[in-house]
Nanobody, 123 residues
Framework: QVQLVESGGGLVQAGGSLRLSCVSS????????MGWFRQAPGKEREFVAA????????YYADSVKGRFTISRDNAKTTQYLQMNSLKPEDTAVYYC????????????????WGQGTQVTVSS
């Protein structure tokens, strides 16, 4: 089992920045790719970004490319999502995920989930 705990969400004005963190415990952190998804009210959970176990490969949704950066620190069993130039449409609950296939943007392909952290961007 893998336990994931997110933090770092909050309220920010458009154009601002936030950094989300996700601490993992349980099974070996480096066994898994890590990812971030988000879900706005009334919408499906959507892929945001993913990173391979080594950190050598990163993938982003088109909507966040150039603004968000995913990273991980395997020594701290933590992954991060740096979000810059935030827009009101980025408002959602952000979920940390772990899985053996970090190349999938389908949320059902990911095995472990955190409880989510709210990000609200005001205009």
């Amino acid at each position: 089992q893998v336990q994931l705990v997110e933090s770092g969400g909050g309220l920010v004005q458009a154009g601002g920045s936030l950094r989300l963190s996700c601490v993992s415990s349980g099974r070996t952190f480096t066994m898994y790719g890590m990812g971030w998804f988000r879900q706005a009210p009334g919408k499906e959970r959507e892929f945001v970004a993913a990173i391979t176990w080594s950190g050598g490969g990163t993938y982003y949704a088109d909507s966040v490319k150039g603004r968000f950066t995913i990273s991980r620190d395997n020594a701290k069993t933590t992954q991060y999502l740096q979000m810059n130039s935030l827009k009101p449409e980025d408002t959602a609950v952000y979920y940390c995920a772990a899985g053996t296939n970090p190349y999938s943007s389908r949320y059902r392909a990911w095995e472990y989930w955190g409880q989510g952290t709210q990000v609200t961007v005001s205009s």
